[in-house]
């Protein structure tokens, strides 16, 4: 190489020289602090602010939901235990440490920016636009979902159906690690040093922070939880209804009244309506019922329905008072409300209130009435009663129907006195059924000391047997299930004429009748 060359080549790097010095002179090379340190502690201090005030706000609107679910037409408490409480305060503290992390960044950032550094400058406004739009569409999403639940919550009781601490935990994992992760990512490519000790400095004052604030409980959820489920039937007496499989949907919901019978801690039954607010004596139904026909139109009185929600193990004798009570009014249909058989929802399942057995109730006769009176004051020793065909009573014209006897007590169930399994009672009524169809009926008498889930189980099965045939029939002539063409008129009405609910239970002037007839020897009938 030649002496000219050298002299060039040294001019080149005399001139480089210069050049980077006279650049790091001017501060475009220099190393610039990107968070200034007095900055940074008043930005500690606001981020922990921040995030308190996050916390309270997302802990309130939880127990908000919580209050309003109770005082809502489902009037059904979302309790949460010890755990669940913690795992909820938990997510919430944790999304409100990573809003106080943004919170530091940006209040540190936007006081440290070197306006002399424009590179630098420019990549800390880039965080800063990105982070704030990141920031303001998390919190718009968020808040819009927890509108939406929370109106769902007051709504629907998915409270029974929907469980984030058990079924949903990884969300509420994965929702504050991609926020704090998102920030702390678009962090590190403007800071470029130390990034994984500031990683860790980052995650333990989060998790510090969080576990902090998660114990932390700005309405004691715990005291709200006991103040609200001594208001609730089921939790102040025993209210435990019977589960059914043949149950039927209340045709008309504003013409139902509900009442409820629970037992308290001497097992003796109560009497509670306006959704268990007010307890009332039997002596005290009939002017229930009166004021709640004063309501209605002359037209819908009669068709006032009683919704009895009756703990399953109340005796059945106390309920056929009830019944006659509600007999003797004018009432002609009465509902027992039913737990849906083999549900993993608890008997108290709002949605279960508007399910129940129907039973037609037979019509009162003073006249008859004042017949067997008359008639139970003779000697009937050497006499005869002679019966025929009459509204009064059931007992000439059953005789027209194929008919068996099904007597129920607390031990046994007999079948025209031969003791029968529930498995084979089913069997036995199916095949009935399907051979007389509609001339078939079944007589079904019980002992009034057994409890009224008994009474219930017993009812469902042969009424299931009923119901089995309804859906066999309706899927081989239609195609669908019976219960799909409920409100379609024809089908509907068709299949029920076939296989209708023909269970006959004798009314207490019924079993007077008999008395007397047995009483006063052989019975002649006239037709």
């Known amino acids: 190489m030649t002496c000219a060359a050298y002299a060039q080549v040294s001019l080149v790097v005399t001139a480089l020289f210069i050049s980077i010095k006279m650049t790091l002179h001017k501060g475009f090379l220099r190393k610039s602090k990107l968070l200034d340190p007095v900055r ?20 309130l609107f939880r127990e908000a939901i919580r209050i309003f679910s109770n005082y809502s037409s489902n009037n059904t408490l979302i309790v949460l235990t010890s755990t669940e409480n913690f795992q909820y305060n938990l997510f919430y503290a944790s999304i409100s ?29 880039t965080f800063l636009n990105n982070h704030s739009f990141f920031k303001w569409t998390f919190l718009s999403g968020f808040a819009r979902f927890g509108s939406v639940l929370g109106i769902t919550y007051l709504m629907i009781p998915i409270q ?26 678009e962090f590190v490519s403007i800071q470029k040093t130390k990034e994984l000790k500031g990683f860790a400095i980052a995650t333990l004052c989060i998790t510090i922070t969080s576990l902090t604030y998660s114990n932390i409980n700005f309405y004691d959820f715990q005291e709200f939880n006991d103040r609200i489920s001594r208001n609730l039937l089921h939790n102040r007496f025993h209210l435990e209804l019977p589960r059914a499989r043949s149950y039927a949907t209340i045709e008309r919901r504003s013409l139902a009244v509900n009442i409820e019978i629970a037992r308290d801690d001497f097992n003796q039954p109560r009497i509670f309506v306006d959704g268990g607010q007010r307890e009332i004596s039997r002596s005290e139904i009939r002017q229930f019922i009166l004021l ?79 017949f067997l009176d008359s008639a139970e004051g ?150």
């Open 378 to 527: 003779l000697n009937l020793s050497n006499k005869q009663i002679i019966t025929g065909k009459s509204i009064y009573y059931s007992s000439e014209t059953i005789k027209r129907y194929n008919s068996v006897l099904i007597e129920l007590d607390g031990a046994n169930c007999l079948l025209n006195g031969q003791p029968v399994s529930k498995e084979k009672l089913f069997s036995i009524c199916y095949d009935l059924f399907k051979k007389y169809e509609s001339r078939m009926t079944i007589i079904f008498e019980i002992d009034e000391k057994i409890t009224y889930g008994r009474y219930i189980e017993y009812k469902d099965i042969i009424l299931s047997s009923i119901g089995k045939l309804r859906n066999e029939l309706s899927l081989h002539k239609y195609g669908k299930p019976f219960k799909e063409w409920y409100g379609y008129g024809h089908k509907y009405d068709s299949i029920r004429a076939i296989y209708p609910w023909l269970l006959l239970e004798w009314t207490p002037e019924e079993k007077r009748l008999q008395a007397l007839i047995k009483k006063a020897g052989k019975k002649q009938s006239v037709h």
């Open 40 to 59: 940074a502690k008043t930005g500690l201090i606001l981020g922990i602010a921040y995030s308190f005030a996050y916390y309270g706000f997302f802990n």
């Open 160 to 185: 029974f159906d929907l469980d984030f601490s058990k079924e949903l935990w990884l969300l509420l994992i994965l929702i504050p690690l991609v926020l704090f992760l998102n920030i702390w990512t």
């Open 97 to 125: 440490s990573v809003l106080g992390l943004y919170v530091f960044l940006k209040f540190t950032i936007e006081n440290s920016i070197d306006y002399s550094n424009r590179k630098l400058k420019l990549r800390q406004r």
């Open 292 to 370: 709640k026909q004063s309501k209605l139109s002359s037209i819908e009185r009669d068709q006032l329905t009683p919704n009895l929600m009756i703990d399953k193990n109340i005796s059945m004798e106390f309920v056929n008072l009830l019944k006659e009570e509600l007999r003797k009014y004018g009432l002609r249909t009465l509902y027992y409300s039913t737990a849906v058989a083999h549900s993993k929802y608890p008997s108290h399942y709002p949605p279960f209130r508007d399910l129940g057995i129907k039973e037609r109730l037979a019509p009162v006769f003073p006249s008859f009435l004042n």
